[in-house]
Nanobody, 123 residues
Framework: QVQLVESGGGLVQAGGSLRLSCAAS????????MGWFRQAPGKEREFVAG????????NYADSVKGRFTISRDNAKTTVYLQMNSLKPEDTAVYYC????????????????WGQGTQVTVSS
């Protein structure tokens, strides 16, 4: 089993940056692909970015391509989401998730979820 704890959320002005972290417990972290999702009030949870178990493969939602970067450090059992050029529409609760299958945008393929961290972007 994998336990995930997100951190790094907060309030930032439009155009600013934040880096989210997701610390994972368990010695099998490197066996899991990881993903970031987000959910804004009144909206469905949506895929943001995914990364393969090795870090060699990544996948992004069109809405964040060129602005967000996902990375991982298997030695530290942590996955990161660097968010630049933030927009008010990026405001949401951000969740990290672990998948034994892969790093697609399908939330149903993710086995474990964190509790989420709030990101608020003011205009």
């Amino acid at each position: 089993q994998v336990q995930l704890v997100e951190s790094g959320g907060g309030l930032v002005q439009a155009g600013g940056s934040l880096r989210l972290s997701c610390a994972a417990s368990g010695r099998t972290f490197s066996s899991y692909a990881m993903g970031w999702f987000r959910q804004a009030p009144g909206k469905e949870r949506e895929f943001v970015a995914g990364i393969s178990w090795s870090g060699g493969g990544t996948n992004y939602a069109d809405s964040v391509k060129g602005r967000f970067t996902i990375s991982r450090d298997n030695a530290k059992t942590t996955v990161y989401l660097q968010m630049n050029s933030l927009k008010p529409e990026d405001t949401a609760v951000y969740y990290c998730a672990a998948s034994i299958i892969g790093y697609s945008g399908d939330y149903a393929t993710y086995n474990y979820w964190g509790q989420g961290t709030q990101v608020t972007v003011s205009s």
